[in-house]
């Protein structure tokens, strides 16, 4: 089979997609600036150090390969402002090495809410409409691991924070996974935009709740609303997809196999 590149196939979803392509068939490379930790390695895969940022390492990266899934992540300061252009950096070189196609993952509704790290994601989007090799941009929902470590991190502080007007569209890394992957294989020509949520619509309360139940959590749920227009983008759900359901793992699903993973770490 043929070499697909994870650009940030260390990170949370680049890990999981590198997990998914190989068990596809794919011979599988990942992208970062380090290395992974040897407990955190996925044996077939193989890891090179590159910087999208910088362009460093890039070419080398790209060498023989067929198809680049981009899982990059910027959050802040210098890395934040330089993302779009790290995203054009790596289409760059792909395009160079005789890349067939690219898949990015973006955020739902990214383009309904005016904050510095969603326009980031906007502009790494607009990059890869404008592109010349064929690209398509996979939008997804909220992360459950993301939505887990917000909980765990209040409930160190003995509360659980919620924007009380989000309802969300969680979904598991694995289907994120599978969304990226089945883009990658999907024929190429010209910008795709898709989008792919968990298989729920869900108030950010009763995914507090879920939480409380699943962990036995008796910290409280502490409501911050989200005042102005991003309060009432949010109640009016704006940040929602109705037709983009696509994965089947829900929040109380995830946090079972979480608890199991962690009864038996070697699991
Ligand atoms: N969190 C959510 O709920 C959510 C929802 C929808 C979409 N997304 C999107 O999904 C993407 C992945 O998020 P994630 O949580 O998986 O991120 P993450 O865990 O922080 O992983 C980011 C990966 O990118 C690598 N990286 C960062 N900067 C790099 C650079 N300049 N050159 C090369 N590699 C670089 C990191 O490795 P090094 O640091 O070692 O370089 C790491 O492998 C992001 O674009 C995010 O916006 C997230």
């Keep these: ?25 794919w011979q599988v490379r990942s992208l970062s600036r380090t290395l992974p930790a040897p407990t955190r390695v996925l044996d077939g895969v193989e890891y090179v150090r590159a910087d999208a940022a910088s362009g460093s390492g890039l070419a080398a990266a790209l060498d023989g390969v067929e198809v680049v899934i981009d899982t990059l992540e910027a959050r802040r300061g210098r890395a934040l402002r330089g993302y ?7 289409l760059d070189a792909a395009r160079g ?63 659980l924070p919620i924007l009380p007007q989000a309802r969300l569209q969680p979904i598991d890394l694995s289907d994120v996974a599978r969304a990226l992957v089945d883009a990658a294989q999907a024929p190429a020509g010209g910008f795709l935009l ?36 991003i309060g009432r983008s949010l109640a009016e759900g704006r ?15 995830w946090l079972a196999r979480r608890a199991i993973a962690r009864a038996d770490p070697r699991g």
């Design 194 to 229: 898709t989008a792919a949520c968990g298989p729920e619509v869900r108030s950010m309360r009763s995914l507090a709740g879920a939480w409380r139940t699943a962990t036995g959590s008796t910290a409280r749920v502490v409501d911050l609303p989200v005042p102005g227009r």
């Design 239 to 253: 940040n929602l997809m109705a037709d983009a359901a696509f994965g089947t793992v829900t929040f109380e699903q």
């Design 84 to 90: 779009p252009l790290a995203g054009r950096r790596l």
């Design 1 to 25: 089979m043929a070499l697909l590149l994870v650009a940030g196939g260390t990170g949370a979803a680049g890990r999981a997609t590198a997990r998914e392509a190989l068990g596809r068939g």
């Design 97 to 159: 090495s005789g890349v067939d196609r690219a898949v990015s993952v973006s955020i739902m509704a990214c383009d309904q809410f005016p904050l510095r790290y969603y326009r980031s994601k906007v502009a790494k989007e607009q990059v890869y409409a404008a592109h010349a090799l064929p690209t398509t941009v996979v939008r997804c929902g909220q992360f459950h691991d993301v939505l887990g470590s917000l909980f765990e991190r209040g409930e160190r502080f003995g509360f």
